[in-house]
């Protein structure tokens, strides 16, 4: 087993780190194919700025240190960490992740319906050979195979959920998964996995957050597979530390027919990167929103992977960013067209708003076409607030202040408009306002 | 719709493989010894007559060369290239600087005939008077005869091989020389700043509007020969220039590389404007031979309101590495990049801009005509970044590319940056195939397909086009046709 | 009510000075029509005293009830009652137009130190007002003017203006894209308004709109001043004439 960095060069802390947190891994975890995982990782290390995917994310550089892998904690410790839910007013059943692991006497998983099946992955992988081999397994043949924070979740992760909606099933409830800290500095690691069954249907709500001022590297990976037919609502919300980081990826294969509605919203965490990849089948649907709220000396990162495998497929994707202070926001989308992938119509548009003098903001929208008979199209912008929409509105007497928050809560609306559960809306537009207020008064 | 017709014409009376430029010219030559060292710069440099700081210069730029890499993030898959089993120099043998058009090998001259450049000042001055067109022409190495040198001198202007300036204006050179492209700017721009042969120099002095278009004719003619040129513009204040550069190459087996620098430097209220229709050999239809064409094109916006346009249409070439770009440095100046690029058969390209926002109210404007057909691959790769201090900085970008075909591909990779609020960034994209409803409305009226597809192909670059001067528009809306010949089922 | 004293302004960046010494007096209950051929600058006096930015006043004043309105910023010049109908109302795409009005009207009585408005009773209002024009529920649900006709938009403006009951109403060439029916319902809407405490300055290069609108002074604007102030008979003068005797020079 050979489990170095290339050492043709020289490692950083955070990859030094992960090497020897690696060779300490916890009997405690699920026996797994971990190696190949991290071998993959090793081979290549932290991504840096010449990797085409990390250009904007410069990992090697920015990531000082890995935190060690968090211990399981106490029940007492997890409860204190859990505050007030978000989602409470939709009334979710919910699986309750603190530090990376799960805590049955915390969740409530109950009345999901018939069809639909919770366990954690630990469980899973005891009772199901068809999930051992789960280590290195990450949507093959995608740009999610190879990517390193992918390869470091494979690796490291503690626990995870499984659920399973099985063939024309609904599921009674939504079902929330929440990630809390205890706020101890270290890294967490989870791995979901989600199948939804031919006709089925579900709705997911993901949380994560982590008490301001800690130190909390959390990586999360949701594999999903939306099967024909079946359809997929999933709204993510992530509200971490300020000092902390954020690494999420949601892989998922949506199938002929299949429809999946996302929405991610990212507030917070010093360092974020959220990636989709998806791949789409025949006729499949893929609506896919997301905002960034950055501000302080923070770095946030959407990227964005669409292929269209199938003939017929849609996809929309609409990201929006507003950049306060000295931080910095990315946009990466690609949709890839394959050359079966006839009559596509992808649409993507990446926008992003500077409110403050040394605010930056970088995108990168690719189209990738294979095929001939497509409508694809892409549209990127960065500007500050439209000074014109400014006048009009403080020419019909409101003060310059409320201008600003009225633009921007109307900038960011175009994507929180589009969650259809009230609630859920009703929440994310809760924590953007919530956001927006904490600017105070800026004219 | 003349114009169409003709397009229409030629799409008809050529055959797939048959490259109307590619016929070969029988000529004696000069070369250096295959493959690259330090013997063969310093047999360059003396050939070339050069000043010792020039070979110290090309000395510096090779051992430079030697510690790098290849690119590899463009989207462009060719076999290693030997660099060792490619003349780098090579010259028409009876040709130690002619002094005038009588000097000049009759072949040679009966080559650019066949190319249709108006070579000739009688053949130019016994057509429309407007249509003057001063012009270099490069062979294979070597710049060969340059035109209307009288009549420019007499403005003040400097037209002449960048040989010859090295020799006649060494301050200019010196100055001006890889103060856009570095010596260390990319892997190919290192190397031609080590090997190159040849190219054109201009000078435009303070507040000269050039009285006609200047004009470099490019041609590979040998075998295993790379061309490198170098050219280099200098716009004084208030001064204005246009200058155009075609380029072709015969069809041969092998792939011949070409790795020029371009460097234009305009100074306040300066306006360079630079158009290029580049037809090297493409390959033939199953991607034998062909030109690597990577090229380093860079304008540097040095004085308040200055600007430079770059235009080209780009129909050659097996591989095309090549992103003309502009570094806005002065306040209020502008950048434009207007591009069509065709592919098709197994051509690949990577081709784009730079637009770098320095200055305050900097403006820039990026138009991209992407066409595929064939099994070509054609990618448009762009960078618009603001700097921190540039205020007011306005960008806008609109990159449209055509599908036609199922086995070819088309993509945008546009990289946005921007550090500062009161600039304003946009860009849009689409990418589509010409659509049935265009073509049944064409068809319906009477067209045939092709002729349905040229039209509705040469509105689609419309926007481009319009920014050529009259002569090379023709010519490229022509040419836009041939390479499309063959691509409509 | 208004008093504009040798106001002189220039576009900002271009430093071309449009208005030239500009003088007009507005009592209050009046209409006052603005005429004048194109590039006259009767455009840059409405933006001019909304403060729209882009424009340097490089002298003069503009009193509104003796204080100079000038150095404010636009959303103060609004809650002193100053309200610009647009000639072309800006799209302002996520924010519902009933979100918008309840802000700027708010915005207004909390500046006048005035109690927020009820949500009940800013319903009844918004209703009243919306149907005398013919404004949909569908139109105050949408975002302010986002897929508008020509038409709503200008409806949608005097719509504003029947909520905020501004002091001093300045209509920029309102009657532009309209056609005769909505012409109708927006000069009613302005009509309706008309009252001895509010003053009107209505910008136009037609005379049809005064036709609806009954002006009771008439100014010819021409190359930044007023060059002549005349009854409603003025602008029918002008209808028959022209401009021809006030040419104007270029002029934004």
């Known amino acids: 087993m050979n489990l170095v960095l290339a050492p043709d060069r020289r490692r950083t802390k955070a990859e030094e780190a992960l090497e020897a947190a690696f060779r300490r891994i916890d009997a405690e975890l699920p026996d797994l194919d971990r190696e190949t995982a991290f071998a993959r990782f090793a081979a290549q290390g932290l991504p840096h700025r010449r990797v085409e995917a990390y250009h904007f994310t410069d990992l090697r550089s920015m990531l000082a240190s890995a935190p060690e892998p968090a211990a399981r904690p106490s029940l007492d410790a997890a409860r204190a960490a859990l505050g007030a839910d978000v989602f409470a007013a939709v009334k979710p059943a919910r699986a309750v992740f603190v530090d990376g692991w799960f805590v049955a006497d915390l969740s409530d998983l109950a009345g999901l319906g018939d069809g639909v099946s919770v366990a954690t992955l630990a469980a899973t992988m005891a009772s199901d050979g068809a999930v051992r081999g789960l280590g290195a397994r990450v949507a093959p043949g995608t740009a999610a195979e190879t990517d390193p924070l992918v390869s470091l979740v494979s690796a490291f992760f503690s626990d995870g959920l499984v659920l399973r909606v099985a063939d024309g099933a609904t599921m009674a409830r939504p079902l929330e998964i929440r990630h809390v800290s205890t706020g101890v500095s270290a890294s967490a690691f989870v791995r979901h996995l989600v199948e939804v069954g031919e006709g089925a249907s579900a709705t997911v709500l993901e949380s994560h957050e982590s008490p301001e001022g800690s130190v909390v590297h959390a990586h999360t990976l949701v594999e999903m597979t939306v099967a024909a037919k079946a359809k997929v609502t999933w709204v993510d919300r992530q509200r971490e530390s300020h000092d902390g980081a954020r690494f999420s990826t949601l892989a998922v294969a949506i199938g002929d027919h299949a429809a999946l509605d996302h929405t991610v919203a990212t507030l917070g965490a010093k360092i974020a990167r959220t990636q989709v990849f998806a791949t789409l089948g025949a006729h499949a649907d893929l609506q896919t929103r997301g905002a960034t ?147 105070g008064n800026r004219p | 719709m003349a114009a169409v017709k003709e397009t229409v014409d030629q799409v008809r009376a050529i055959d797939v493989d048959q490259y109307k430029y590619g016929f070969e010219t029988d000529i004696e030559s000069e070369r250096a010894r295959k493959g690259l060292g330090e013997d063969v710069i310093r047999f360059i440099s003396a050939k070339k007559n050069e000043p010792e700081w020039m070979l110290e210069w090309r000395l510096d730029a090779y051992k430079r060369w030697l510690t790098m890499e290849e690119p590899t993030w463009a989207r462009v898959h060719y076999p290693q290239i030997d660099f060792q089993d490619i003349y780098y120099y090579a010259a028409p043998k009876s040709t130690p600087g002619p002094k005038s058009l009588d000097e000049v090998d009759p072949e040679l001259l009966k080559t650019y005939e066949k190319l249709g450049i108006p070579l000739r000042e009688q053949a130019v001055l016994a057509g429309v008077e407007g249509a003057k067109v001063a012009v270099d022409a490069v062979f294979d190495s070597v710049s060969v005869v340059t035109t209307f040198r009288e009549e420019l001198s007499k403005h003040g202007i400097i037209f002449c091989s960048i040989s010859e300036a090295m020799r006649e204006h060494p301050d200019l050179v010196k100055k001006y020389l890889g103060s856009v492209v570095p010596v260390t700017d990319n892997y190919y721009a290192t190397l031609n700043s080590a090997v190159f042969s040849d190219g054109s120099f201009v000078y435009i002095p303070e507040g000269v509007r050039c009285p006609m278009e200047l004009s470099t004719y490019f041609r590979i003619n040998e075998k295993k020969t790379g061309q490198f040129e170098r050219t280099l513009i200098i716009a004084e204040k208030g001064s204005y220039v246009s200058y155009l550069e075609g380029c072709t190459a ?240 | 009510m208004l008093e504009i004293k040798n106001l002189h302004a220039e576009i900002e960046n271009e430093g071309r000075e449009i208005l030239r010494g500009l003088d007009l007096v507005v009592k209050s209950g009046e209409v006052h029509a603005i005429m004048g051929p194109n590039g006259a600058g009767k455009s840059t006096l409405s933006h001019v005293l909304a403060g729209k930015p882009g424009y340097r006043v490089t002298d003069g004043a503009a009193m509104l009830d003796g204080v100079d309105i000038l150095d404010m910023d636009p959303s103060l010049r609004a809650a002193n009652g100053v309200f610009l109908a647009f000639q072309y109302p800006v799209e302002i795409p996520g924010v519902a137009n009933m979100t918008f009005l309840k802000a700027a009207l708010n915005a207004q009585r909390k500046a006048r130190g005035q109690d927020e408005i009820s949500t009940p009773d800013f319903m009844r209002l918004v209703r009243t007002e919306a149907g005398k024009l013919k404004i949909t529920q569908d139109m105050l649900k949408r975002p302010v003017n986002v897929g508008f006709s020509g038409g709503e938009k200008k409806r949608n403006e005097i719509l504003q203006m029947a909520i905020l009951q501004p002091k001093l109403c300045i209509l920029d060439e309102t009657d532009s894209g309209l056609d005769i029916d909505a012409l109708k319902v927006v000069s009613d809407g302005v009509n309706a308004l008309r009252a001895p405490n509010r003053s009107f300055i209505v910008i136009t290069h037609y005379q049809r709109l005064l036709d609806h609108i009954r002006p009771d002074v008439v100014h010819v604007l021409s190359k930044g001043r007023i060059v002549k102030t005349g009854g409603p008979e003025l602008a029918l003068e002008l209808e028959a004439k022209g401009y021809a005797d006030y040419a104007s020079e270029e002029a934004a």
């Not at chain 1, 996809?315 to 306060?324: G, H, I, M, N, Q």
């Not at chain 1, 990168?364 to 009009?392: N, S």
Request: charged share 25%; net charge negative.
């Open chain 1, 293 to 439: 709220l950055a501000k302080g000396r923070t770095h946030a990162d959407a990227t964005l992977v669409v292929e269209h495998v199938g003939p017929g497929a849609t996809s929309r994707e609409l990201y929006k960013s507003a950049v306060d202070d000295e931080a910095t926001s990315v946009f990466q989308g690609r949709i890839t067209v394959q050359p079966a992938a006839q009559q596509t119509d992808g649409r993507m548009g990446a926008h992003a708003v500077l409110l403050s003098d040394r605010a930056e903001a970088k995108a990168k929208p690719e189209l990738e076409i294979f095929a001939d008979d497509v409508a694809c199209a892409h549209g990127a912008t960065v500007a500050e607030i439209d000074e014109t929409l400014k006048f009009y509105l403080m020419s019909r007497g409101i003060p310059a202040d409320e201008t600003e928050r009225l633009l921007i809560h109307a900038f960011l609306g175009e994507v929180t408009d589009a969650i259809s559960d009230e609630g859920v809306r009703t929440a994310i537009e809760g924590e953007i306002d919530g956001w927006i207020d904490a600017r």
């Open chain 2, 250 to 489: 015969p069809q041969r087996d092998e792939n011949q590389l070409h790795a020029a620098v371009v460097e234009l430097v305009a100074m306040e209220d300066a306006e360079i404007k630079y158009s290029t229709v580049q037809n090297w050999y493409p390959g033939d239809k199953d991607g034998k031979g062909g030109i690597y064409n990577f090229v380093t094109k860079r304008g540097d916006c040095r004085g308040d309101r200055s600007k430079i346009s770059w235009t080209q249409v780009e129909t050659g070439s097996a591989i095309t590495w090549k992103y003309p770009s502009c570094i806005l440095r002065g306040d209020d100046s502008k950048g434009e990049f207007y591009s069509i690029a065709v592919s098709n058969g197994r051509q690949q390209v990577d081709s784009g801009t730079k637009m770098i926002h320095l200055g305050k109210r900097t403006s820039s404007r990026i138009i991209s005509k992407g066409i595929s057909a064939g099994h070509s691959q054609n990618t448009y790769r762009g960078q618009v970044k603001v700097n921190r201090k540039a205020d007011g900085a306005r960008s806008f970008t609109n990159c449209d590319s055509l599908l036609i075909g199922h086995d070819c591909g088309a993509h945008t990779v546009p990289y946005l940056e921007s550090g500062n609020p009161r600039a304003k960034v946009e860009h849009e994209a689409t990418t589509s195939k010409i659509s049935d409803d265009q073509l049944f409305y064409c068809i319906s009226r009477g067209l045939d397909p092709e002729e349905a597809v040229a039209l509705i192909v040469n509105g689609f670059v419309r926007d481009v086009l319009q920014q050529l001067p009259m002569e090379f528009a023709v010519e490229a809306q022509k040419l836009i046709g041939v390479s499309l010949e063959g691509s409509v089922g």
